[in-house]
């Protein structure tokens, strides 16, 4: 009997061009769990279910293992999140369409030497056509860029101090408009370049998506040039691809430039510049920029003596370097959570405040800067949807999904029942404003 709302195994099977024995074998092994199963044991699927296995094969296609595809589709399909799946989806076949045209383009000219009698670099064309790690550059393009999503959904929903995370960071650069007063101050702050911000060049290390500006892009004042790096290429093009997107709208003709409401086309407004850098290593003149900004990127430091020494090179005199972390308190309530639910679980490979944290920061920072101060961002979290924490959660760089992925729904449910009167997170986070006299 056909259930109302719902297709049979073999109607689905027909629509998505499965078999019903691959269906089975989704269903046995978790990949693809169908909607409703009756007493008689039959399988029921419906709409949600069809856009999950159009995920499935889409990734298929796009060269990951079932394992893979196991982890990257654990969630559920959602109304809200449909558009931005089927959109990152798009993206990832558009970075594979890329990568396939450089390795094409490396096999025809290999070809035209060959045809010359000329000598051929095979080493130089294996390294230029190999696609043993596109796949797993891709996985991890693909998780970094949800992984953010979901960790920026949780604060933005849910957070009870009104200014954002980003927009107080913002604030906290002292990046005034060039009607700020001569001396330099904006909003009690003193103007990190204590100048025009015509002036001022930003260095962002580890700008991920380019989110932070996005953000507060309405604030950005005329005249500065901004360097976002990172060391993901791929989050690096989905910034650029971003931020271009979001000039095309202001632009005065100039790649790369946006021009701010209120000026004429002479004046050339914010430049934004992308790079792939390691901090270790910051490719940039000694006293280049008037400002670096570093969030949540530190603690990834594996030679604190090279990174911060190459931080204050680049820096000018009087330059500050705007790095954000988080003490031991944060975000401790989800820890505890997870943990209740199987205590093997663990969300973090390593406690990062440990690296670089609240506690210990000032101490880094202090052999390299004359200046070091800590600000507190005050907030916390009062959580009412059990998804929105599953999302966090599973977004989380530690083992959780190693015991989530085959009990999902249990987990899920699990969360929900904590979820009941609401769940408070606290948050305990802040930044370092550290000097170069």
Request: net charge negative; charged share 30%; aromatic share 10%.
């Amino acid at each position: 009997m056909k259930k109302e709302g719902f297709y049979s195994s073999g109607d689905f099977a027909a629509k998505t061009h499965v078999t019903k024995k691959t269906l089975r074998y989704y269903d046995e092994h978790g990949f693809l769990k169908p909607s409703f199963v009756n007493e008689n044991g039959a399988r029921f699927y419906n709409d949600r279910d069809f856009q999950k296995m159009q995920q499935i094969q889409m990734l298929k296609y796009l060269g990951f293992s079932l394992e893979d595809i196991k982890e990257m589709t654990m969630k559920e399909a959602r109304d809200e999140s449909l558009v931005p799946a089927l959109r990152f989806q798009t993206e990832l076949l558009e970075e594979r369409i890329e990568q396939m045209k450089l390795v094409r383009e490396g096999l025809l000219q290999t070809t035209e030497l060959l045809q010359k009698g000329e000598a051929v670099d095979w080493g130089k064309l294996m390294e230029a056509t190999s696609v043993s790690g596109l796949e797993q550059s891709l996985k991890q393009q693909y998780l970094n860029s949800s992984n953010i999503g979901a960790r920026i959904n949780l604060h933005a929903k849910y957070a009870v101090n009104k200014q954002g995370w980003f927009p107080w960071i913002y604030e906290q650069c002292g990046l005034g408009d060039d009607s700020a007063e001569s001396e330099g101050t904006v909003k009690g702050k003193r103007n990190i370049a204590q100048r025009s911000c015509r002036c001022i060049h930003v260095l962002e290390l580890g700008c991920g998506n380019g989110s932070f500006w996005l953000e507060n892009w309405e604030q950005i004042p005329a005249g500065v040039k901004i360097t976002l790096s990172d060391q993901s290429e791929g989050m690096l093009r989905e910034a650029r691809k971003a931020l271009n997107g979001r000039m095309r709208h202001e632009t005065n003709g100039v790649e790369g430039s946006k021009k701010r409401a209120g000026k004429n086309a002479a004046e050339v407004a914010v430049q934004f510049d992308f790079q792939v850098i390691d901090f270790h290593e910051i490719p940039a003149g000694d006293a280049t920029f008037d400002l670096v900004i570093a969030n949540h990127v530190l603690f990834y430091a594996k030679d604190f003596a090279k990174v911060l020494g190459e931080i204050r090179r680049v820096l000018k005199p009087g330059g500050r370097l705007i790095c954000s972390t988080y003490g031991t308190a944060h975000m401790k309530e989800i820890s505890e959570l997870a943990a209740q639910f199987d205590d093997r679980i663990v969300l973090a490979a390593q406690n990062l405040y440990e690296i670089f944290g609240k506690e210990n920061g000032a101490e880094i920072l202090s052999p390299y800067f004359e200046e070091v101060e800590w600000r507190q961002y005050e907030d916390h979290l009062l959580v009412t949807d059990s998804e929105d924490l599953v999302d966090y959660i599973i977004s989380c760089h530690g083992n959780q999904n190693r015991y989530i992925v085959n009990d999902y729904k249990a987990f899920r449910q699990f969360v929900e029942s904590k979820l009941r009167k609401g769940f408070y997170v606290t948050k305990d986070a802040g930044l370092f404003v550290a000097k170069k006299n």
